[in-house]
């Protein structure tokens, strides 16, 4: 199974910016969507933005305007440029993929964000 490794997180302040990245053990190109998803304490998980093989991209009504995702295949590695943070942003952000061959999604450990003020 593909091993994901996030990077990244941090502690900012309100307002600052932060840029993920996410990379894995195995070609990424493989995967038909990739993504990132955010779970905050006492909170369901939540999809934060997605991108799929051909570069669409969809992102959560929270985050419009303010975050980017993006993928290197070359590098195998996929971003979140995150602008704009606020406190609700905190959380730890999960790096996900989907491979439709195989009908198997991975999940990597997390990161954590938090953002003061």
């Known amino acids: 199974q593909v091993q994901l490794v996030e990077s990244g997180g941090d502690t900012v302040q309100r307002g600052g910016s932060l840029r993920l990245s ?3 053990s195995d070609y990424i190109s493989r995967f038909y969507k990739m993504g990132w ?3 905050a304490p006492g909170n369901e998980r939540e999809m934060v933005a997605l991108i799929d093989n ?3 991209a969809t992102y ?3 985050v419009k305007g303010r975050f980017t995702i993006s993928r290197d295949n070359a590098k ?3 971003y979140l440029q995150m602008n704009s943070l606020q406190p609700d942003d905190t959380a730890v952000y999960y790096c ?3 491979n439709a061959n ?3 999604e991975s999940w990597g450990q997390g990161t954590q ?3 003061s003020g």
């Open 22 to 24: 996410c990379t894995a």
């Open 54 to 56: 051909g570069g669409t």
């Open 60 to 62: 959560g009504d929270s």
């Open 37 to 39: 998803h955010r779970q």
């Open 96 to 98: 996900w993929a989907y």
């Open 113 to 115: 964000v938090t953002v």
């Open 102 to 104: 195989l009908g198997s």
């Open 76 to 78: 195998n590695t996929m």
